[in-house]
């Protein structure tokens, strides 16, 4: 009947239930007690949870009392030894398995530590260091003989297993047994992989656990074959061969496809044991161990009795040689990569190492470059006296160095002089002058007295001690004029010249003194000869560099080039300064470099030709040669070798190279609107001799005059602009007659000209003599007849020729200067001589 009696709505559905009013009522009605029975309340309920618990301990012990407990029976023992296995073998495997590598990518990628290794653009070694792998083979690079050699000796059961044969563990087992020795290992090539790759050499079961379980991980991830590529070329052979491709040339200065059997066998049996199995170290354990190769080779049927009998007959020979890895391709440029690493990445990757660097150099290029230094030195060093030379190649467009050469030889000594060496650039300083010059809305065309000048105390010379009278700055610039240069740069300012030359790529100090426009500040070959490719590159730097790419050992990319060029000149002055620099190459003293397309450059020749220069460049690539010496010595050379050393070069890296037009030179170059403001220079003090012209002779005397006068020109433009090897006995009356300092001349200035009265003998041909004459390159001819007992020619025959500039010129290097013919007795009334310049320290003139 009480299922028909209605609930109330507050009524619990549980009999112990309460209400939540109910609950409320009471937590009300506790806090309403005093705190002595709340106190009273809680010591009641810890009594009955005691309680509660030692009903609980008593159920439980309650089996292992009594006549038969539990714990004397041997079924409880068992399953608390199963359940405390599995806990303790699943708590080990979750460490095991938190201990290993979260990727098996190393697999592929794996680099060992402490190894650098340099490789050129095409992916061919050039450098590497530590223990690493020289040569990485492809599979099928390697012959089949040699897989199964490997498959017979070290894990005959390769394709069958997982990565752990536990047939073969057996086996091993039972024949160590029988033998009391350790004859044969259990380990598969995964696992032996797998050491070389993750683990060490160190022998714990921990480390062959992780060891059996990496095996299994890599068999399920990575294919067989791949196994054994990585396998063939990371194994340790050894005399410091990684790889079986190492250890052939090692052992046999053999590549791996030209092996023999027996000399296969030999390396199969190498890797238990390195030391021991060498054959260069015991060539008689090696041969006993080659020969239990190739009779398990015949078990596995992979050669026949007769092939083993045959191997097994012939004798152990070797063929030694050192690891390629120890050889160095391009060893400057190397250097200078390993010197630009810390630049790029940390401290730390830096000292873990097994890092493989890309770099920008071409090997093919490289060749051709320490190809032409090396014929350089040996053809002209001797005699023109120059013992080292430097090249370097850069790409223009990126700022990429695709060759390098430092010096003669490297291993004799390591100093780079295509970075480290620092000399005064000559006048190839000259184009940032003049760039100057034309950004500043110059015009190429503008005119300068070449003529005797000082300024403030100096006195600039022109190569040769020769003067052209007006000349304008784009043929002052092909014929490498110096007084126009320093004219130039006291219109254009100190200020705006370094500026220029900086953004162009010129990191080294410049000084604002007036031979800075003649090339006084030194600088190193890769800056000057990047600063050259800014104008290649129509205005725009790159700043140069030879490192591509940053892998580390996990070939993870750690550092990418990035190149970033940057506006150093505007276009249009890149264009001009183009075109007039490819007037120095073909029709200026730039002409040895010339190689069949267009080529812009600028030759340079510092002080007593210390320093010789040449950097030309094509759109596509910028070259630069120096040639001199570390000492400083003087040399017998001239630019134009530089030059030359610079065809030989490019007509190599030309050959498969696209021929590319410079950009069109602008149609105005007069009026043009200035990019750049001039600071003019105000000197103190300046004076300049006007060049006075001769009066056209009669031809009588004519053609005798002309010659005299005219000799001397062509044999110095023979020197400066078309010999690209002079002869040593030309460079040396250079050499004689050059003042050694910039201290005033021991000798007293030159008298004034006197007037030429015609003799009835012809001229003589020997020059006048003079404090410093020049070594005759022939015996002397005989002196010329008193100048008082010349006859006198009749007045009407011999005009009076106009006074020629009172300066003492130097001998050129080609030939000296001819003296004036015999004193001739000048019309009436006879014009007096002409006063002597005042005598100035001279400075040496440089090209």
Not at 59 to 77: E, I, M, T
Not at 134 to 159: C, G, H, M, T, W
Not at 280 to 308: C, F, G, H, P, W
Not at 673 to 696: D, L
């Amino acid at each position: 009947m009480s299922k028909f009696i209605p609930k109330h709505e507050n009524q619990s559905n549980f009999d112990g239930g309460t209400s939540p009013e109910t609950e409320e009522v009471s937590s009300s009605e506790e806090n309403q007690k005093p705190p002595e029975e709340i106190k009273k309340d809680k010591r009641l309920q810890w009594k009955r949870s005691l309680v509660k618990l030692r009903h609980f301990s008593r159920s439980v012990a309650k089996p292992f009392r009594g006549p038969n407990p539990l714990h004397h029976r041997k079924l409880f023992w068992l399953a608390l030894g199963v359940s405390g296995s599995a806990i303790a073998f699943g708590s080990g495997w979750l460490v095991l398995e938190a201990s290993l590598p979260d990727s098996l990518d190393d697999v592929l990628t794996y680099v060992r530590d402490d190894t650098v290794t340099i490789k050129a653009s095409d992916g061919t070694i050039i450098q590497q260091t530590g223990p690493t792998t020289y040569e990485n083979l492809r599979l099928r690079e390697i012959p089949k003989p040699l897989v199964q050699a490997f498959i017979s000796i070290e894990d005959r059961r390769f394709y069958q297993h997982n990565g752990v044969d536990y047939q073969g563990i057996l086996r091993a087992a039972v024949s160590n047994l029988k033998s009391g020795s350790v004859v044969e290992g259990a380990s598969t090539i995964t696992q032996q992989l797998t050491r070389i790759v993750f683990l060490d050499q160190e022998k714990s079961w921990l480390r062959k656990l992780k060891e059996v379980r990496l095996a299994q991980k890599i068999e399920s991830e990575v294919g067989k074959d791949k196994i054994l590529e990585r396998y063939f070329n990371l194994v340790y052979l050894g005399e410091g061969a990684y790889g079986v491709a190492d250890a052939a040339w090692v052992y046999f200065s053999k590549r791996v496809g030209e092996l023999t059997l027996p000399e296969i066998a030999m390396l199969a049996g190498i890797p238990p044991a390195p030391n021991d199995y060498s054959p260069i170290k015991n060539s008689e354990v090696a041969k006993a161990r080659r020969d239990y190769v190739l009779q398990r080779m015949q078990d596995a049927n992979y050669i026949t009795a007769e092939e083993a009998k045959a191997a097994i007959a012939t004798p152990l020979t070797t063929n030694p040689s050192p690891p390629k890895r120890l050889e160095r391709k391009a060893p400057y440029f190397s250097d200078y990569v390993l010197q630009e690493l810390p630049q790029y990445i940390s401290k730390e990757a830096l000292e873990v190492k097994g890092l493989t660097i890309e770099t920008s150099l071409k090997p093919e290029w490289q060749e051709a470059a320490e190809s032409a230094v090396q014929r350089t030195l040996k053809e002209s060093g001797r005699y023109q006296r120059f013992e080292q030379a430097a090249l370097v190649a850069i790409d223009p467009r990126n700022g990429e160095i695709r060759a390098m050469v430092g010096g003669k030889d490297f291993f004799e000594q390591q100093f780079n002089r295509v970075t480290q060496a620092k000399r005064q650039p000559g006048s190839t300083f000259k184009t940032f002058l003049y760039t100057t010059a034309i950004a500043t809305g110059i015009s190429p065309f503008r005119g300068y007295l070449d003529a005797e000048y000082v300024v403030d105390g100096y006195e600039p010379k022109n190569y040769g001690d020769t003067f052209r009278g007006w000349v304008n700055i784009r043929d002052a610039l092909i014929s490498s004029v110096n007084i126009v240069a320093v004219k130039t740069l006291i219109d254009v300012g100190w200020e705006p010249t370094i500026e220029v030359a900086k953004k162009m790529g010129i990191e080294s100090e410049l000084k604002p003194t007036y031979s800075l426009a003649l090339g006084a500040s030194e600088v190193n070959l890769l800056e000057l000869t990047s600063a050259y490719g800014t104008l290649a590159a129509k205005g725009m730097h790159v700043k140069p560099y030879g490192i591509r790419r940053i892998l580390d050992r996990q070939g993870n990319v750690i550092y990418e080039a990035k190149s970033k060029p940057e506006r150093a000149i505007d276009a249009e002055t890149s264009a001009i300064m183009t075109w007039m620099l490819q007037g120095v190459v073909t029709s200026g003293t730039g002409s040895p470099a010339q190689i069949g397309r267009p080529v812009a450059g600028k030759t340079g020749t510092s002080d007593e030709a210390r320093d010789l220069w040449f950097v030309g460049y094509i759109p596509q690539l910028v070259t630069g040669v120096w040639l001199g010496n570390d000492d400083n010595q003087p040399t017998w050379g001239a630019s134009s070798t530089a030059a030359a050393t610079w065809r030989r070069f490019m007509t190599v890296a030309t050959e498969e190279m696209d021929t590319q037009e410079f950009p069109d030179r602008p149609t105005k170059l007069e009026g043009r609107k200035p990019t750049i403001e001039a600071k003019p220079i105000k000197p103190k003090r300046a004076r300049s001799t006007r060049v006075q012209r001769r009066s056209k002779p009669q031809p009588t005397v004519q053609r005798n005059t002309q010659q005299t006068q005219t000799r001397p020109a062509r044999q110095r433009r023979r020197v400066e602009e078309a010999a690209p090897a002079p002869a040593p006995q030309r460079q040396t009356q250079r050499r004689r007659s050059r003042p050694t300092n910039n201290s005033a001349p021991s000798q007293a200035p030159a008298p004034a000209p006197r007037r030429r009265q015609r003799a009835a003998t012809p001229p003589p041909a020997a020059p006048a003599p003079r404090s410093a004459p020049p070594a005759p390159r022939q015996a002397p001819p005989a002196a010329p007849a008193p100048r008082q007992a010349a006859p006198a020619p009749q007045p009407a025959a011999a005009p009076a020729p106009a006074p020629r500039l009172e300066r003492k010129f130097e001998p050129i290097p080609a030939a000296a200067p001819p003296a004036p013919p015999a004193s001739r007795k000048a019309p009436e009334p006879a014009a007096p001589p002409a006063p002597a310049p005042e005598a100035v320290a001279p400075v040496e003139a440089v090209e």
